[in-house]
């Protein structure tokens, strides 16, 4: 494996650009570590599940599931990524992906997108050419 790049990902961005260039073709791992905040609800890069949360806040977030970037079901807030303006990709903590198309990796929590601004904390993101 050879280390292409790290970066530490604000979750407060809608997408964070990152200035890892990924290319067509070929494959890469991505390794991530850290905690971040959905407003009070701290997770690391695989995510929380609506589930574990109270009764009241849970239909809540049911109620917006397709308004993320990717649907997950109950599964929020994991780290999901995307080339260009492609289709989102999940990275989580640790994960493959070959791209299609050449371009910089750009980097979010699978949030709503007018939801960022209760956002805080980071992960650092680790890419592999493999």
Known sequence: MIKIGECFIDPKE???????????????????????????????????????????????????????????????????????DLTPFQIGSESTFTPTESGYLVCAPNDLPLMHWNNSGSLKIEVFEI
């Open 14 to 84: 809608i997408w964070f650009k990152t200035d890892i260039h990924l290319e067509a073709g070929k494959t890469y791992r991505f390794l991530t570590v850290g905690k971040w905040k959905d407003l009070d609800i701290e997770c690391g890069p695989d995510s929380y599940d609506v589930k574990t949360l109270d009764l009241i806040r849970q239909p809540v977030f049911r109620q917006f599931e397709s308004f993320r970037p990717l649907d997950t079901g109950d599964i929020w807030f994991s780290l999901i990524g995307k080339i260009n």
